[in-house]
């Protein structure tokens, strides 16, 4: 059985300001961890993802996320929002045939 | 460069019509995904299949939607006597390795379903 906990529904940040979107997940088996970016009307696009290896992974437009198997987290950065960032984000678990997606964060940036 | 194509885009049913929803995986790829994502929700797993076979449908609602990938053409996800409840967008993705892999799933630009 597999999980994925999004912690705020809403984050609000400044153009420039550091963004941090929070992902917390359970699994019974080694996870594979994903963040997926969402615009209106539109499909899934894979900002980066997590099977093995180095905890820290790099992703598209400066994104970025840390692997904390002792905090069961996979929280999302990025140093310095840009007004295009503004989206709703999706974490998600892959343990065997599914993935199971947290019910996402939406993203505003302010000017 | 193809990627996930999915037909139609938008979708209006009245209740009690069937909804037929289709997907064409990347290039190359065997392995199609179907969710569902409710207003407001993340996205929901409803099946997995590879030609000719479901391997996993577990999330599927245990009537009226049932789904197939045949060896030619698309996959098609199809709902019987859509009610209310089944207006969401629904995403398709595909991979090119099986789900027990760490490929990665490509999505589709989703269909919306309404209906009135």
């Known amino acids: 059985a597999q999980s994925v906990t999004q912690l705020g529904s809403h984050v609000s940040v400044s153009e420039g300001a550091l963004v941090l979107l929070r992902c917390n997940y359970s699994?019974?088996?080694?996870?594979?961890l994903f963040w997926y970016v969402q615009y209106p009307n539109q499909g899934l696009q894979l900002l980066l993802k997590y099977t093995t290896g180095a905890t820290l992974v790099k992703g598209i437009n400066g994104f970025e996320a840390e692997f904390k198997k002792s905090e069961t987290s996979f929280h999302l950065t990025k140093p310095s929002a840009h007004m295009s960032d503004a989206a709703e984000y999706f974490c998600?678990?892959?343990?065997?045939?599914?993935?199971?997606f947290g019910d996402g964060t939406t993203l505003t940036v302010k000017p | 460069n193809a990627g996930v194509m999915q037909n139609p885009r938008h979708l209006v049913r009245r209740r009690g019509q069937e909804a037929r929803l289709r997907c064409s995986p990347m290039?190359?790829?065997?392995?199609v995904y179907w969710y569902r994502q409710l207003p407001e929700e993340g996205l929901k797993f409803m099946v997995y299949?590879?030609?000719?076979?479901?391997?996993?449908e577990s999330g599927m609602p245990k009537e009226r939607f049932s789904a197939e990938f045949p060896k030619e053409g698309p996959s098609i996800l199809r709902i019987q006597q859509v009610v209310r409840g089944d207006s969401a967008a629904y995403f398709c993705?595909?991979?090119?390795?099986?789900?027990?892999?760490?490929?990665?799933?490509?999505f589709g630009p989703g269909t919306r379903l309404t209906v009135l």
């Open positions: 299949l590879q030609k000719e076979n479901i391997i996993d």
């Open positions: 993705a595909s991979s090119g390795m099986g789900a027990y892999s760490t490929d990665t799933q490509y």
């Open positions: 699994s019974s088996v080694p996870p594979y």
């Open positions: 998600a678990v892959s343990g065997g045939s599914k993935s199971t």
């Open positions: 290039k190359g790829h065997s392995h």
